[in-house]
Antibody
Framework: QVQLVESGGGVVQPGRSLRLSCAAS????????MHWVRQAPGKGLEWVAV????????YYADSVKGRFTISRDNSKNTLYLQMNSLRAEDTAVYYC???????????????????WGQGTLVTVSS | EIVLTQSPATLSLSPGERATLSCRAS??????LAWYQQKPGQAPRLLIY???NRATGIPARFSGSGSGTDFTLTISSLEPEDFAVYYC??????????FGPGTKVDIK
């Protein structure tokens, strides 16, 4: 069965960096686009970033553009989120999520999340 | 940016009743809308995509309808496990994705 397991969260001071990881199993990781979605405590969901199945295309929400970098290692079935210049407003549970569509279909139909990890909490505080 | 609004913010119902949740987009999203369910302490779960297609394993009591700017998620008869927060999400502006603020369905 599909499993997504995030790690790397913790408490970090404003302006510092953190890297999140998401280990995937139970599906052909290299065939699917992958996303990061976050949820501030007691708040709603916010899409953060997406990467294509081969890593060639990456897109970001305006709120994190220029500060966060999404990447993947298909040989390790792992998704990453490098977060730099962290702010208090980045405090949230960060979920990795698998896109519903694979391969070339993702380019045209992508953007729905059919499996999610359990999330990892990032707290930005001095 | 496409803004999604959901109503009501909270819906108080009893098990067995019908739930009707609304999602409205600030501009047309065609049929590119999904619904998710989230229970406390859990990750969201995909219920409906492309406005009316049930995701794998989702019970038939969940149905979605609408197109353009107005969408509805209907739960035909609430089960105890259906009390949760429901979010709509658009992919019309792919790859820029947005969620609605959510509707909480709680027990009356």
């Amino acid at each position: 069965q599909v499993q997504l397991v995030e790690s790397g969260g913790g408490v970090v001071q404003p302006g510092r960096s953190l890297r999140l990881s998401c280990a995937a199993s139970g599906f052909t990781f290299s065939s699917y686009g992958m996303h990061w979605v976050r949820q501030a405590p007691g708040k709603g969901l916010e899409w953060v970033a997406v990467i294509s199945y081969d890593g060639s295309n990456k897109y970001y929400a305006d709120s994190v553009k220029g500060r966060f970098t999404i990447s993947r290692d298909n040989s390790k079935n792992t998704l990453y989120l490098q977060m730099n210049s962290l702010r208090a407003e980045d405090t949230a549970v960060y979920y990795c999520a698998k896109d519903l569509w694979k391969g070339e279909q993702w380019l045209v139909r992508g953007g729905y999340f059919d499996y999610w990890g359990q999330g990892t909490l990032v707290t930005v505080s001095s | 940016e496409i803004v999604l609004t959901q109503s009501p913010a909270t819906l108080s119902l009893s098990p067995g009743e019908r739930a009707t949740l609304s999602c409205r987009a600030s501009q047309s999203v065609s049929s590119y809308l999904a619904w998710y369910q989230q229970k406390p302490g859990q990750a969201p779960r995909l219920l409906i995509y492309d406005a009316s297609n049930r995701a794998t394993g989702i019970p038939a009591r969940f149905s979605g309808s609408g197109s353009g700017t107005d969408f509805t998620l209907t739960i035909s008869s609430l089960e105890p496990e259906d009390f949760a927060v429901y979010y709509c999400q658009q992919r019309s502006n792919w790859p820029l994705l947005t969620f609605g603020p959510g509707t909480k369905v709680d027990i009356k």
